[in-house]
T-cell receptor, first 115, second 115 residues
Framework: GENVEQHPSTLSVQEGDSAVIKCTYSDSASNYFPWYKQELGKRPQLIIDIRSNVGEKKDQRIAVTLNKTAKHFSLHITETQPEDSAVYFCAASHWGISGTYKYIFGTGTRLKVLA | DTEVTQTPKHLVMGMTNKKSLKCEQHMGHRAMYWYKQKAKKPPELMFV???????INESVPSRFSPECPNSSLLNLHLHALQPEDSALYLC??????????????FGPGTRLTVL
């Protein structure tokens, strides 16, 4: 079945450095790719998303890139801060014309930003 | 109001009990979702309601019974659960398929423990 692979599972960076998390999806029909940040005991919160007709999107320190041909997309966080520490999930989604719906999360990356 | 709310925050129930989880949103969203999230795992989609109709049931056991009384409310009725059903149950909403976007906004979740 469809799946989304996410790497790495854990990532430690020094404060001020950049962090990159990568996801690969299998369903070529996927057309929407959100990234969520989930702090311990809290809800997943959308931090950035990208649609299949766009190759890159940036919002302040956060950016996402999409390579549809290779079926992978990446999250880039620059100038990391301790409050960026959390679990990050990617997801791949699409609504099918026949009424099917897929919203599949990656396995998550635990990011630790060391002060 | 840009939030999805869920009640209760915590629930402990025995295997013979019947309980319900509640979710509410006032963003005018027409799609609502139930997810199950086990510790250190990504959310797993259980049900999707689109325009108050159940459109997706991801092969969830019948001891979980969803209900969508109106466009703002989503319930999950629980009966004869098993200890392995203990998890964080997340509700989410989005504008809906016809809106051309499926950015999902999550509620804080109900942490369920089945004894």
């Amino acid at each position: 079945g469809e799946n989304v692979e996410q790497h790495p599972s854990t990532l430690s960076v020094q404060e001020g450095d950049s962090a990159v998390i990568k996801c690969t999806y299998s369903d070529s029909a996927s057309n929407y790719f959100p990234w969520y940040k989930q702090e311990l005991g809290k809800r997943p919160q959308l931090i950035i998303d990208i649609r299949s007709n766009v190759g890159e999107k940036k919002d302040q320190r956060i950016a996402v890139t999409l390579n549809k041909t290779a079926k992978h997309f990446s999250l880039h966080i620059t100038e990391t801060q301790p409050e960026d520490s959390a679990v990050y999930f990617c997801a791949a989604s699409h609504w099918g014309i026949s009424g099917t719906y897929k919203y599949i999360f990656g396995t998550g990356t635990r990011l630790k930003v060391l002060a | 109001d840009t939030e999805v709310t869920q009640t209760p925050k915590h629930l402990v129930m025995g295997m013979t009990n019947k309980k319900s989880l509640k979710c509410e949103q006032h963003m005018g969203h027409r799609a609502m979702y139930w997810y199950k999230q086990k510790a250190k795992k990504p959310p797993e989609l259980m049900f999707v309601y689109s325009y108050e109709k159940l459109s997706i049931n991801e092969s969830v056991p019948s001891r979980f019974s969803p209900e969508c009384p109106n466009s703002s409310l989503l319930n999950l009725h629980l009966h004869a659960l098993q200890p392995e059903d203990s998890a964080l149950y997340l509700c989410a909403s989005s504008q809906g398929f016809l809106a051309g976007t499926d950015t999902q906004y999550f509620g804080p979740g109900t942490r369920l423990t089945v004894l």
